[in-house]
């Protein structure tokens, strides 16, 4: 009976002493994967990107770095006219949250925010933001997506920007954390 009892208590505190902590993956960390190749323009404080029109502050982005990327219907913005942009993170863990910096202008950079957002292939969430039209101004560390109520295990996020046929879009993503257990 007492080595029941024994194991039973070691399962239970060792549940008991679970910890929940969050991982925070920049950018520029390898394990998010861009596509389409040259679609998304890698940005850091140290490059001065006469032809981008998206110039927020490198101060306020973590690790001074962001990758951006307009999604637009028709040719001009990027070699990919038409085709939907995406940024894929696989990750261990049971919530996720993605934060990016929005643009506020409505040209040069058209600020316009049209976001879909998978789990494991599952349509999960949407945001899509008109831009107000302020030049020169952006809002930093903007919660794009979150969810906390995956089962606990190895998931795929995948970032969409714009769709076939629809208004242009313009990424800055930023950084994004997730939740696992100790």
């Given at each position: ?9 070691l ?14 993956v ?13 679609a ?10 006469t032809?981008?029109?998206?110039k ?11 990758h951006d990327?307009?999604f637009?219907?028709?040719a001009?913005?990027n ?6 942009l ?5 990750f261990?863990?049971?919530?996720v949250?993605?934060?990016c910096?929005?643009a506020?202008?409505?040209?040069a950079p058209?600020?316009n925010?049209?976001?879909t957002?998978?789990?494991?292939g599952?349509?999960m969430?949407?945001?899509?933001k008109?831009?107000p ?12 997506f979150?969810i ?12 969409q920007?714009?769709?076939?046929n ?5 990424v800055?993503?930023d950084?994004i954390?997730y939740s696992?257990?100790l």
């Amino acid at each position: 009976m007492h080595s029941f009892l024994w194991v039973t208590l070691l399962l239970l505190s060792r549940h008991a002493f679970c910890v929940l902590n969050n991982f925070t993956v920049d950018d520029s960390d390898p394990s998010i994967r861009y596509s389409p190749a040259g679609a998304w323009n890698a940005r850091n404080a140290a490059q001065n990107c006469t032809g981008c029109s998206a110039k927020p502050d490198p101060d306020e982005m973590l690790q001074g770095t962001w990758h951006d990327g307009t999604f637009s219907p028709s040719a001009g913005s990027n070699d990919h006219p038409n085709t939907p942009l995406f940024a894929n993170l696989t990750f261990n863990g049971s919530a996720v949250y993605v934060f990016c910096a929005l643009a506020e202008s409505t040209t040069a950079p058209d600020g316009n925010s049209d976001m879909t957002f998978y789990i494991d292939g599952k349509l999960m969430g949407i945001f899509a933001k008109s831009a107000p039209g302020f030049n020169d101004i952006y809002e930093y560390q903007y919660l794009v997506f979150s969810i906390d109520t995956l089962v606990l295990g190895v998931h795929t996020l995948v970032l969409q920007n714009g769709y076939m046929n629809a208004p242009k879009s313009l990424v800055l993503l930023d950084y994004i954390v997730y939740s696992y257990v100790l």
